[in-house]
């Protein structure tokens, strides 16, 4: 069964840095597309950070500049590098890969979530 799991969540105060990991367990194949989202309090989840299995990033306007999305295929791991974090930043941060598995078949997988909570 593949499975995701993120770590590295916690309280920060603004301006701080935190760095999210999330690493990919089970029999596959590779991983394609990964990325972050991110439930705010009260809202959809969202967008924050895609990378490409080539390394192609991409992310929503608001963290450009202050998050870096990148990955190691040799670990099965995604990461998120957050800096100058901020209280809008506030959320329930998911990963999301698109696995192949072992046999061939194609999973659009996701992780139970971390919390990050930046205080003002």
């Known amino acids: 069964q593949v499975q995701l799991k993120e770590s590295g969540g916690g309280l920060v105060q603004a301006g701080g840095s935190l760095r999210l990991s999330c690493v990919v367990s089970g029999s596959i194949l590779r991983a394609n597309g990964m990325g972050w989202y991110r439930k705010a309090p009260g809202k959809e989840r969202d967008l924050v950070a895609v990378?490409?299995?080539?390394?192609?990033?991409d992310y929503v306007d608001a963290v450009k500049g202050r998050f870096t999305i990148s990955r190691d295929d040799t670990a099965n791991m995604v990461y998120l590098q957050m800096n100058s974090l901020k209280p809008e930043d506030t959320g329930v941060y998911y990963c999301?890969?698109?696995?192949?598995?072992?046999?061939?078949?194609?999973?659009?997988?996701w992780g139970r979530g971390t919390q990050v909570t930046v205080s003002s």
């Open positions: 999301h890969a698109e696995i192949i598995d072992a046999d061939g078949g194609e999973h659009d997988t």
């Open positions: 990378i490409t299995r080539g390394g192609y990033t």
